[in-house]
């Protein structure tokens, strides 16, 4: 909640203002920053309200964001989340339409999990072919990301105990500060208590 309040504060404040590159902690390969202060305000909004479970309000966040994803990592970071938003609030049509943009000659730099996983939304790539690298437990940040989208994909494709196992392994795992560990273990936290 705290997270959103700042957030919703932070949107208001660059309202109307010129977007400029924000440099991130540790360099990519090429050296190149991919975000910038508002893609990184709209994204991170719109994975707080995801975790919370508010995807429509993760929805108008990442339509804006979409708005300020000038480059292919920054697209193909937030098409990940708007489309599994979307999918979720059962915009299924739309989620469709949003992956149109993700063909075949789109290339990344460091957002490699993420275009793997919307190659899958896509039908150009097999869950099994990405559960396959998972292992027991998530001990990589890519294992975490490729798993909650996978995981998530099971969800709304009604293999519920596929998907829980899924967030089982990453929450097993080691990557707590991940975005895919947060998610997973707030989807957990959302079922029933057995």
Wanted: glycine share 8%; with cysteine; proline share 3%.
């Amino acid at each position: 909640d705290d997270a959103i309040n700042d957030f919703e504060k932070a949107a208001k404040l660059i309202k109307g203002k010129p977007d400029a590159i924000e440099p991130d902690g540790i360099p990519n390969a090429k050296n190149i920053p991919t975000s910038t202060l508002q893609s990184n305000i709209w994204y991170h909004l719109g994975l707080a309200y995801y975790v919370k479970g508010d995807f429509k309000r993760a929805i108008a966040a990442y339509r804006e964001c979409m708005k300020v994803s000038k480059n292919n990592d920054m697209l193909a970071a937030t098409s990940h989340w708007y489309y599994m938003a979307l999918r979720r609030s059962e915009s299924n049509n739309e989620a469709e339409r949003l992956l149109a943009a993700i063909d075949g000659d789109f290339e990344v730099i460091e957002n490699e999990d993420y275009l793997r996983l919307l190659r899958l939304y896509r039908g150009e790539v097999k869950a099994e072919t990405l559960a396959s690298g998972l292992g027991e437990k998530a001990e990589t940040l890519g294992n975490a990301s490729l798993g909650y989208g996978l995981g998530n994909w099971y969800l709304y494709n009604g293999e519920k105990s596929k998907a829980e196992n899924i967030f089982r392994k990453i929450t097993a795992g080691n990557q707590w500060a991940s975005f895919g560990y947060i998610a997973a273990e707030a989807e957990l936290a959302r079922q029933p208590r057995k």
